[in-house]
Structure formats: structure tokens, C-alpha cells
């Protein structure tokens, strides 16, 4: 019964792909988010989603882009892969007003 | 000056110590306050989540806020090796769903 999950759990692509990363919450949230961890274990928050709609975008460069098909998924999408895109990025999810949960992370490494 | 300053450890302890972690922050508009266990390879689990000024007791783990401080700390009583992991503290504006600003994280370990 996996509240938060993501895939894949890890992923290694040459630069200059484009790839994508899947995120399902099975807990009735409506607010889904993206965070970057980068190799000095910081979190800083990319984007986020309510209700499917986006509510934050952070300075995140335009090659990421999130979507929302519905309330349950939010799934990131990343062009023309760099090196700088390295990372763990972690997937999480509250109601509104209410404490966040996070997924186990996708570790990306680009090559 | 970052938002959120943790110090990053790593700490050591023998097991059954007591732990204090502790962050500080710049922001008055921060009213809650979280702290985050996280694992190696894993995702952050949420272990405290606290509003405005206080204290908050759950089991072995007492997390303290003084907003008048900017200073928030978590206290873990009676070490376990299971308790080795980072602790980040997190903390956001208006609720739970605003984007939560993290400090860098403090490795601990609690050695048997």
C-alpha cells in the first residue's frame, strides 16, 4: 500500500535526452510537488501542482516541464538532458493546508 | 544569509545518548515547522510537525520552536543505532502545502 511511489527508481541517460519521470499518490492528496536533491543531499523545491493546475514554478530552467493528468499523478518531464541535471529528485504530496509525504526519489545521473 | 541554516555534522553519539539538533532560520513569515528523518537512499519520512511556538512530544522525539529565536530543535532521548540517518528540518509560510524550505541536513550516527 505505497502512498507515494515514483519511477523509475533510477535512471541513467546520455547527455542531450530527454526522459521522463512518473509520480502516483494513492492518498486522495490534491497537492502534488517536485523537489531536486542535489550531491550535497540539499531539497529545494522545483514545482507545484494543485488540484492539476500549476501553483509554483520555481526558477527551474524551461526544459523542465511538469504535468498533472489528474489529481493522483504528476510526472516530469526533462529535455536536452545535462550534466548539471544530476540528482535525486523526489516526488511528495499533502491536502491542502496539511503535511507533505515524499516518495522514495529517482536517482538521475547523466552521463 | 540562507533562509535555513543547519549544520551539517556529521554527529556522532554513543547509543542511549541524547540527541539535540538544531536549525535556525531568517524568516518571520515561517510559522510551521517540520523535521524530516531521512535514510540513505531514501526518501525523507516525516517525523514532527509543529505550528507557531512550542513544544511537541512524540515517544522519544521532542521537537521545540521559538519563533522570538528564530530556532528550532529536535531532542531524540535514549539513541538507537536505528535513529542513524540525516535530519532535515523544514519549514514553510502559510500551511503544510506551501513549498517547504529545507536546511542542509545533519548526519547522525548513534554507534552501538
Known amino acids: 500500500d505505497t502512498a507515494v511511489s515514483q519511477t523509475p527508481k533510477y535512471l541513467v541517460t546520455q547527455m542531450g535526452n530527454d526522459k521522463s519521470i512518473k509520480c502516483e499518490q494513492n492518498?486522495?492528496?490534491?497537492?502534488m510537488y517536485w523537489y531536486k536533491q542535489d550531491s550535497k543531499k540539499f531539497l529545494k523545491i522545483m514545482f507545484s501542482?494543485?488540484?492539476?493546475?500549476?501553483?509554483i514554478n520555481e526558477t527551474v530552467p524551461n526544459r523542465f516541464s511538469p504535468k498533472s493528468p489528474d489529481k493522483a499523478h504528476l510526472n516530469l518531464h526533462i529535455n536536452s538532458l545535462e550534466l548539471g541535471d544530476s540528482a535525486v529528485y523526489f516526488c511528495?504530496?499533502?491536502?491542502?493546508?496539511?503535511?507533505?509525504?515524499f516518495g522514495p526519489g529517482t536517482r538521475l545521473t547523466v552521463l | 544569509q540562507k533562509e535555513v541554516e543547519q549544520d551539517p555534522g556529521p554527529l556522532s553519539v554513543p547509543e542511549g545518548a541524547i540527541v539535540s539538533l538544531n536549525c535556525t532560520y531568517s524568516?518571520?513569515?515561517?510559522?510551521?515547522f517540520m523535521w524530516y528523518r531521512q535514510y540513505s537512499r531514501k526518501g525523507p519520512e516525516l517525523l514532527m510537525y509543529?505550528?507557531?511556538?512550542g513544544n511537541k512530544e512524540d515517544g522519544r522525539f521532542t521537537a521545540q520552536v521559538d519563533k522570538s529565536s528564530k530556532y528550532i530543535s529536535l531532542f531524540i532521548r535514549d539513541s538507537q543505532p536505528s535513529d542513524s540517518a540525516t535530519y532535515l528540518c523544514?519549514?514553510?509560510?502559510?500551511?503544510?502545502?506551501?513549498?517547504?524550505?529545507f536546511g542542509k541536513g545533519t548526519r547522525l550516527s548513534v554507534i552501538a
Open positions: 511528495a504530496s499533502s491536502r491542502m493546508r496539511d503535511k507533505q509525504f
Open positions: 492518498l486522495g492528496h490534491d497537492t
Open positions: 501542482y494543485n488540484n492539476k493546475e500549476l501553483i
Open positions: 524568516n518571520s513569515a515561517f510559522q510551521y
Open positions: 509543529t505550528y507557531s511556538s
Open positions: 523544514a519549514m514553510s509560510r502559510n500551511s503544510g502545502n506551501t513549498p517547504l524550505v
